[in-house]
T-cell receptor
Framework: GAVVSQHPSWVICKSGTSVKIECRSLDFQATTMFWYRQFPKQSLMLMATSNEGSKATYEQGVEKDKFLINHASLTLSTLTVTSAHPEDSSFYIC???????????FGAGTRLSVL | AQSVTQPDIHITVSEGASLELRCNYSYGATPYLFWYVQSPGQGLQLLLKYFSGDTLVQGIKGFEAEFKRSQSSFNLRKPSVHWSDAAEYFCAVGATGTASKLTFGTGTRLQVTL
């Protein structure tokens, strides 16, 4: 089946630093990937749509300069949380479109804790 | 815009009992519907999906769901719950096809008692 790998699974950083999260489609190519954010005991909120070779499309209310997305290849999209602050602490999940049925497959998520 | 409602925030069932998790959607055309399961600290695993055709859909782990257009529902069922089914369940709808971005419901947390 289609596998999406997300790295790291957990990261702790100091306030003001930047953190990069990687999302890789391991056995398929994905022209489109999505980035979601999930607060404790809440649903997933779409942050942005990442398209290979073009700029990401951000959802309303998501700061483009805070959450930088790069989709440089058909198997890798990265989310960089710039100048992270405690309120950015959350669970970030990526997904990639692919597989035989061309549907979303999700990574295992990254827990970000900003001190 | 599409939306998804999962009326039950938390459900507790005994192991071996049957289960039904409710999902109602709002969308003008034929939706693409999904059920995902999430274990604590993990990503989402696809249980089943409905695009077209037979309205009763079979999924993994013994789950099934029925699409009812007249009720705008896509309820998830399992005849006999196992303790390992305890998790968070999310219903989602996509509007523009199989590869469209998804709108998720708020989730239902399933607790299984032994």
């Amino acid at each position: 089946g289609a596998v999406v790998s997300q790295h790291p699974s957990w990261v702790i950083c100091k306030s003001g630093t930047s953190v990069k999260i990687e999302c890789r489609s391991l056995d398929f190519q994905a022209t489109t990937m999505f980035w979601y954010r999930q607060f404790p005991k809440q649903s997933l909120m779409l942050m942005a749509t990442s398209n290979e070779g073009s700029k990401a499309t951000y959802e309303q209310g998501v700061e483009k300069d805070k959450f930088l997305i790069n989709h440089a290849s058909l198997t890798l999209s990265t989310l960089t949380v710039t100048s992270a602050h405690p309120e950015d602490s959350s669970f970030y999940i990526c997904s990639a479109i692919g597989g035989v049925e061309n549907i979303q497959y999700f990574g295992a998520g990254t827990r970000l804790s900003v001190l | 815009a599409q939306s998804v409602t999962q009326p039950d925030i938390h459900i507790t069932v005994s192991e071996g009992a049957s289960l039904e998790l409710r999902c109602n959607y709002s969308y003008g055309a034929t939706p693409y519907l999904f059920w995902y399961v999430q274990s604590p600290g993990q990503g989402l695993q696809l249980l089943l999906k409905y695009f077209s055709g037979d309205t009763l859909v079979q999924g993994i782990k013994g789950f099934e769901a029925e699409f009812k257009r007249s009720q705008s529902s896509f309820n998830l069922r399992k005849p006999s719950v196992h303790w390992s089914d305890a998790a968070e369940y999310f219903c989602a709808v996509g509007a523009t096809g199989t590869a469209s971005k998804l709108t998720f419901g708020t989730g239902t947390r399933l607790q299984v008692t032994l």
